[in-house]
């Protein structure tokens, strides 16, 4: 009877012990799996990830155009011919000022200066090319002899948005390169108010480019090959269950090894009805290939070097933070200054001082300001100090010939002594005549 009322539990397959070396192995191979595939798998070569992101970027870019062509569309009056444009404003205007003719259109630009957009042959650049090198040339000997793009850096790097669990983070080098990026095959092309290229293989027409709002956009294509170089050391804080539980120093060193891609740049008129100024817009397209070199470690005395998928992770946000800036359909926007001749953009003459300080680093620039001003001072003196003499000398002159002249008074036996002498002769000598 107690039999049935309590029946017999099935026993276990596997005791603790047994469950416990199960549950112990399966962690440690887990461990295993996430150090051999993870820190030290292989990563893809440059060539497969470049066509992987390229692919990435075009599709983004021509996702981009057909979201425009379908807002133009949805947003278009139903009774508005897509290339009609609104009334003009009834602004009044100065008639103080003739213009002539009307405003410049973009098909009378390119008749003035005799540029045909089918038939013009792209444009090498070399002068320009000397101009930029000796930009940059300037700016990394200005560099080596100042601390504020280290300062920036440091400053950028350690903002208010790095995450909790980053370290203070220091720059350990710094090497700007030594090559110079290289600019050719420049041509002008025609876009529309959006930035879109026209179609390729047709005429240009300058009536529909005058109503679809076109403008004139340069595009030249850029190749560098240099080793620009950024090492950082910094410390992974694990704050968890209770602050600074575990540090693991990084040193992280990035170099920028190959750039190419083609830069657009192109002018945004100025509103005067809105108080805007011209506009000058660059980006990048979106077949540009940009190669990194990456070295990695992490530990203290134990240390991995080179994980792959810490460079893979690392480059990943690089192209990510270039992509979200500077390549289209993003682009950077620059205000151009006035270029009317203005006081206060005059250089030369009493502002060489002031112009020195700018040019050169702060502390080599005051040094310089304050020997020239110095030496300026010592040579001002010394003239000073030599009219003076000069003033000395003459008042001593006069003072002697007027000494002189008191001690040469005539006496009785040179009064009977110039009795004999001739006129126009030296005084104290006589001329026998006989």
């Given amino acids: 009877m107690s039999q049935e009322m309590c029946p017999t539990r099935p026993e276990p397959t596997f005791s603790f012990t047994q469950g416990f070396i199960l549950g112990q192995v399966s962690v440690v191979l887990l461990i295993a799996a996430f150090i051999k595939f993870f820190i030290f798998g292989d990563a893809p070569s440059s060539e497969v990830t470049a066509s992987i992101r390229a692919t990435e970027r075009r599709s983004r870019t021509l996702a981009h155009k057909k979201s425009l062509l379908t807002l133009r569309t949805t947003n278009r009056p139903p009774n508005q011919n897509p290339h009609q444009q609104g009334p003009p404003l009834n602004k009044k205007k100065s008639n103080i000022l003739r213009s002539g003719p009307p405003t410049l259109t973009i098909g009378s630009i390119l008749h003035k200066t005799y540029y045909k957009v089918d038939s013009h042959q792209p444009e ?80 240009f027409d300058v009536n529909k480019a005058m109503r679809e709002g076109c403008r004139l956009q340069a595009r030249m294509d850029v190749d560098l090959s240099d080793m620009i170089t950024l090492a950082l ?88 933070w270039f992509d979200e800036r500077a390549v289209e359909p993003r682009f950077q926007e620059i205000a151009l200054p006035s270029l009317w001749p203005r006081k206060r953009n005059t250089r030369g003459g009493d502002d060489f001082f002031a112009e020195a300080e700018k040019s050169l680093s702060k502390a080599k620039g005051a040094d310089i300001s304050r020997d020239l001003r110095q030496a300026a001072r010592s040579q001002v003196a010394a003239e000073e100090d030599a009219r003076a003499a000069d003033r000395v000398g003459i008042d001593r002159g006069d003072r002697a010939t007027d000494s002189l002249r008191y001690r040469r008074r005539p006496r009785a036996e040179d009064a009977f002594a110039a009795a004999d002498t001739m006129p126009g002769s030296m005084p104290g000598v006589s001329l026998d005549m006989n």
């Fill in 124 to 203: 090498s650049l070399d002068w320009f090319n000397v101009l930029i090198a000796q930009t940059i040339a300037q700016f990394r000997s200005d560099a080596q002899h100042d601390d504020a793009i280290l300062g920036s850096l440091t400053k950028a790097l350690n903002s208010p948005s790095r995450p909790d669990f980053l370290d203070e983070i220091r720059v350990t080098e710094l090497n700007l390169g030594e090559e110079f990026p290289i600019f050719s095959n420049c041509r002008i092309i025609p876009v529309d108010e959006d930035g879109l290229a026209f179609p390729p293989g047709k005429p």
């Fill in 233 to 320: 050391e910094t410390k992974l804080l694990l704050n968890y269950p209770k602050n600074l539980s575990a540090v693991l120093p990084v040193a992280l060193s990035v170099s920028v090894v190959r750039f190419s891609g083609t830069l657009s740049i192109s002018f945004i008129p100025s509103n005067p009805s809105q108080s805007t100024p011209t506009m000058m817009t660059f980006s990048f397209l979106d077949d540009y290939r940009l190669d990194f070199s990456l070295r990695s470690l992490l530990g203290s005395r134990s240390r991995l070097q080179d994980v792959p998928k810490i460079a893979q992770l690392v480059e990943s946000r690089l192209h990510k």
